[in-house]
């Protein structure tokens, strides 16, 4: 099935069921070095494999953290984000899944999954054909794994639109990633979803534990933020009381241009707290890496986009940390 209409906006009520600091940082970049050049020393497009050598339990081991890294609006870098933060969370020592909710598999293609490899994808997964277990592929990068996308998505909701439990297919695939005796140990799950509200970003949302709000440093951004914000209000009403904003990560930030001082300002000024310290500068490197099918921080460590984003990483993980405590 390769459909491409596009379907009508989900109305979230219709699909509603019935009834670190320094030392930290420091130690974060030296891991990041240490794995990308490991996997830099890969060839690029080298067949990806499915893993096949899953960690051992006797007992279920804990459930994944999952962050759905959504935006209705294209182009603010969901998923370069989704492909940099957890190569970062990997380099400091978590094992990462990329689940690719996009039709356009650009996360797949940006962690070097080549299309043909894609024998097995979060269509399968969320029509029912195959358990996300099997969807798993690993990358370049050790501890990163990602369950790519096809075009197949596009025709989803056509699918399974009318289905009862519609709104949760893909948090019941991620239930039993960690369970059972040849379970997973994935500690992040990182949900890259597409650039609009429709059931594959609600499916995201009813999943996750927190949203991640990519935001570009531009004139509309606060606009589209008001209008993501009550979406995850209705989802947090209606399918997951929990969910919650993990944080606001403002992108492709030009120090060159005082249009971005001004966004930024205004961002932090609406949402206070929320909004990461760290900001992701506008960066060529950024830009080039995925036409290589690598993360940023295997093609250039030592640029800034990198270096932004294991400063991320581990503001995320003391965020993390933080909320355990609490």
Not at 146 to 151: D, E, I, L, N
Not at 190 to 196: I, K, N
Request: hydrophobic residues 40%.
């Amino acid at each position: 099935m390769n459909q491409t209409q596009d379907a009508a906006p989900v109305e979230i009520a219709e699909i509603a069921p019935e009834a670190g600091d320094a030392g930290a940082e420091a130690a974060s970049e030296a891991a990041a070095q240490a794995t990308a050049e490991s996997a830099s020393e890969q060839p690029t497009g080298a067949e990806v494999v499915p893993f096949e050598q899953p960690t051992l339990r006797s007992e279920p081991g804990p459930r994944p953290r999952i962050l759905a890294i959504a935006n209705q609006k294209g182009g603010v870098g969901k998923t370069t984000t989704a492909i940099n933060l957890g190569t970062a969370l990997a380099a400091i020592g978590e094992h990462v899944l990329v689940v690719d909710l996009d039709p356009q598999g650009n996360a797949s293609t940006g962690l070097g999954i080549d299309r043909k490899a894609r024998r097995v994808s979060t269509y399968d997964v969320l029509t029912g054909a195959a358990s996300m277990r099997q969807a798993v592929q690993q990358t370049a990068v050790p501890q990163l794994n990602v369950a790519p996308s096809t075009m197949d998505l596009s025709g989803l909701e056509l699918e399974i639109g009318r289905e009862r439990d519609r709104a949760f297919r893909l948090r019941n695939a991620l239930t039993t990633l960690n369970i059972g005796e040849r379970a997973f140990d994935f500690g992040y799950v990182l949900v890259d979803c597409p650039p609009s509200l429709n059931l594959l970003t609600i499916n995201a949302m009813a999943a996750a534990d927190s949203i991640l709000v990519p935001l570009q440093c531009e004139f509309f951004a606060l606009e589209g933020l008001s209008q993501l914000l009550k979406t995850v209000e209705q989802v947090r009403t209606t399918l997951n009381p929990t969910l919650s904003i993990h944080g606001i990560v403002l992108t492709m930030y030009d120090a060159r241009n005082n249009l971005s001082d001004q966004v930024v300002a205004d961002v932090r000024e609406f949402m206070g707290p929320q909004v990461y310290d760290t900001v992701i500068p506008r960066n060529v490197r950024i830009s080039e890496a995925p036409s290589y099918g690598k993360p940023v921080l295997v093609y250039d460590l030592k640029c800034v986009g990198s270096q932004a984003y294991l400063r991320l990483a581990t503001e995320i993980i003391q965020r993390e940390r933080a909320l355990k405590a609490g």
